[in-house]
Structures are given as structure tokens and as C-alpha cells.
């Protein structure tokens, strides 16, 4: 069951127009929701990022947020969705291809849900990454369709036999392919700062949250490839990898090698925010 164009069809019932500047440019928002037991998680954060997208790209949301709620409500009923994600995207509209934007064009919102259950293997024992360069625009912070280099350092993480990559801008880590990063030293969680280098992650939030209630230190500042590679415990964090130990990368172990008791602890503490 799909969203697509103000009504509710079969995935192929949907006649996607090759005006869509979504296809021609990437011209376009999107928000991936996580639903355990048939609910959303922090739903309201998502679509808080989601209208941030939308104002900062110049996309006027085809819905008010309470229709966008209602959209959700039904797919995730419709589809009976128990452990999945819900894919949102809204594009520019439709309209011959040219790169300033369209008189008349209507944004264009598809939705869908999936079946994706948790990752509990990585969870329990870990993945590894390569490093490279953060080649991406200014603007990371936008959860915008324009993944291309996303998608590159992703396929080489496979190329490599890993399952992601650190980005780095001239040294300083900034996130993933397709998650946030954090690292323990001493006791103490370093993560990027939530600036225009990086994307806001839900979960990233959640976590700082869950570390704040633990009473461990965190330092959102800048730190470098060298310090990850002198850390005693890192981890991924994102909708769907929640928080995923990192326990190697370019080919160097990450403290012991193997999940730290930090990254452990808030795992657990993690679970608990969306079970019943
Ligand atoms: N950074 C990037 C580049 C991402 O694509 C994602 C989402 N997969 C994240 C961070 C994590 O964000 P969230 O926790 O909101 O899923």
C-alpha cells in the first residue's frame, strides 16, 4: 500500500511522471520512520526535521501536518506493519526540465512502509568501516534526495567487504554514509556538533538523552580520524541500525575489538524507549 498524489494505492497503480524533479535533479526531501509494534517512534521529531527540510529548500509541504499524520496513521494500519520503517518523500513537483523552480508545480509526496526487522546481529558483535573524505556539500544537514555521494562511499564500504564509511572533512570525523558516529575516551561520548556537517539523527538525540540520564560526560566537538583511532569504544547510530557497535576501522581494531561496555549499556537503555 502506498501513499502517492493524495490517495492510498497499490505500489502498481503508480504512474510516476519523468517530469518528477525528483528524477531530473534530486529535487526533493525525505524522512525514513521507524515503527516497532505497529507504532511510530518519535514520530513528532521526524516531522519536525521533515518541515525543517522542506523550509530550508524552499518546498512548501503539499499537507498540513496533521493530513501528514493521518497519512501515517493509516499506511502503518493498512499495511500492518508490527517492526518496519515508513519512507516518506516529497519532490518539487512536475514540470519540464529546467533548474529554477516550476510556476505551477504541486509537490509530489510519496509513502510507503516496510517490513525491515532489527539488526541484531551487527548489534551484538559489531561492523567495520573504512574512512574517506566528507565530499559532500555544505548543506548535510537537510535530509534531502540528493544522496550520490552517500551512495558512492556506501558502495565502497562493499567494495572494501565493510559495512560503512567514516566520513572526514581534512581530518575531522563527521558521520557516516548513512548514520551518525560516536566514540568513548575515557570514559567520555564525543560526537560531531549538530551543525550544517552533519545530519541531525533522531537516534543521535535519543542517545545524548539516554547518556545525560546515565550521567555520562558528552562533548559534541570536533575530533579527529587520529583520536577514532585511539578510541575505546564507537558506535553508529540511525533509524534503522539504532546503535550499532563499530569495532574496526581501515583495518585497525577500535579498543578491544569487540562492543564496549558504554556502547552496551546504552543499547539496553535504548531498548527500553520503545518497548511495550
Ligand atoms: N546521517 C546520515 C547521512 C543518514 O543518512 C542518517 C539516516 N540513515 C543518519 C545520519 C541517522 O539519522 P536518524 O537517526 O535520524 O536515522
Same mark, same amino acid.
Given at each position: 500500500?502506498?501513499?502517492?498524489?493524495?490517495?492510498?494505492?497499490?505500489?502498481?497503480?503508480?504512474? #510516476?511522471?519523468?517530469?518528477?524533479?525528483?528524477?531530473?535533479?534530486?529535487? +526533493?526531501?525525505?524522512?525514513?520512520?521507524?515503527?516497532? @509494534? +505497529?507504532?511510530?517512534?518519535?514520530?513528532?521529531?521526524?516531522?519536525?526535521?521533515?518541515?525543517?527540510?522542506?523550509?530550508?529548500?524552499?518546498?512548501?509541504?503539499?499537507?498540513?501536518?496533521?493530513?501528514?499524520?493521518?497519512?501515517?496513521?493509516?499506511?502503518?494500519?493498512?499495511?500492518?506493519?508490527? %517492526? $518496519?520503517?515508513?519512507?516518506?518523500?516529497?519532490?518539487?513537483?512536475?514540470?519540464?526540465?529546467? =533548474?529554477?523552480?516550476?510556476?505551477?508545480?504541486?509537490?509530489?509526496?510519496?509513502?510507503?512502509?516496510?517490513?525491515?526487522?532489527?539488526?541484531?546481529?551487527?548489534?551484538?558483535?559489531? #561492523?567495520?568501516?573504512?574512512? !574517506?573524505?566528507?565530499?559532500?556539500?555544505?548543506?548535510?544537514?537537510?535530509?534531502?534526495?540528493?544522496?550520490?555521494?552517500?551512495?558512492?562511499?556506501?558502495?565502497?564500504?562493499?567494495? @572494501?567487504?565493510?559495512?560503512?564509511?567514516?566520513? =572526514?572533512?581534512?581530518?575531522?570525523?563527521?558521520?557516516?554514509?548513512?548514520?551518525?558516529?560516536?566514540?568513548?575516551?575515557?570514559?567520555?561520548?564525543?560526537? @560531531?556538533?549538530?551543525? =550544517?556537517? #552533519?545530519? =541531525? +539523527?533522531?537516534?543521535?538525540?535519543?542517545?545524548?538523552?539516554?547518556? @545525560?540520564?546515565?550521567?555520562?560526560?558528552?562533548?559534541?566537538?570536533?575530533?579527529?580520524?587520529? *583520536?577514532?583511532?585511539?578510541?575505546? %569504544?564507537?558506535?553508529?547510530? $540511525?533509524?534503522?541500525?539504532?546503535?550499532?557497535?563499530?569495532?574496526?576501522? *581501515?583495518?585497525?581494531?577500535?579498543?578491544?575489538?569487540?562492543? +564496549?561496555?558504554?556502547?552496551?549499556?546504552?543499547?539496553? !537503555?535504548?531498548?527500553?524507549?520503545?518497548?511495550?
Amino acid at each position: 500500500m502506498y501513499f502517492y498524489k493524495d490517495s492510498f494505492v497499490e505500489k502498481t497503480d503508480r504512474m #510516476i511522471s519523468p517530469d518528477d524533479r525528483g528524477y531530473y535533479f534530486g529535487d +526533493g526531501i525525505y524522512e525514513v520512520f521507524r515503527i516497532y @509494534h +505497529g507504532k511510530v517512534y518519535e514520530q513528532e521529531a521526524h516531522l519536525v526535521r521533515l518541515v525543517r527540510s522542506a523550509k530550508d529548500v524552499r518546498i512548501e509541504l503539499p499537507y498540513s501536518l496533521e493530513q501528514i499524520r493521518e497519512i501515517i496513521t493509516t499506511l502503518v494500519k493498512k499495511s500492518r506493519i508490527s %517492526e $518496519g520503517t515508513l519512507y516518506m518523500q516529497i519532490t518539487r513537483g512536475e514540470a519540464p526540465r529546467a =533548474h529554477s523552480f516550476p510556476q505551477n508545480g504541486k509537490p509530489v509526496m510519496t509513502a510507503y512502509c516496510t517490513d525491515v526487522p532489527r539488526p541484531t546481529d551487527a548489534m551484538d558483535n559489531g #561492523i567495520r568501516a573504512i574512512s !574517506q573524505d566528507d565530499i559532500r556539500w555544505l548543506r548535510c544537514d537537510l535530509k534531502t534526495l540528493n544522496l550520490l555521494p552517500n551512495v558512492l562511499s556506501k558502495q565502497a564500504a562493499v567494495d @572494501h567487504g565493510v559495512q560503512e564509511v567514516v566520513l =572526514h572533512r581534512g581530518g575531522i570525523v563527521t558521520e557516516c554514509s548513512a548514520s551518525n558516529l560516536m566514540m568513548v575516551k575515557n570514559q567520555i561520548l564525543h560526537t @560531531h556538533p549538530a551543525n =550544517h556537517l #552533519i545530519l =541531525h +539523527g533522531i537516534t543521535r538525540m535519543v542517545v545524548l538523552r539516554l547518556a @545525560h540520564a546515565l550521567k555520562l560526560e558528552v562533548r559534541e566537538e570536533p575530533f579527529t580520524l587520529e *583520536d577514532l583511532y585511539q578510541a575505546d %569504544e564507537a558506535f553508529i547510530t $540511525g533509524t534503522t541500525v539504532e546503535i550499532t557497535p563499530l569495532v574496526e576501522i *581501515d583495518n585497525k581494531p577500535i579498543g578491544s575489538g569487540i562492543p +564496549g561496555t558504554i556502547t552496551k549499556q546504552l543499547q539496553q !537503555q535504548f531498548e527500553r524507549t520503545f518497548s511495550k
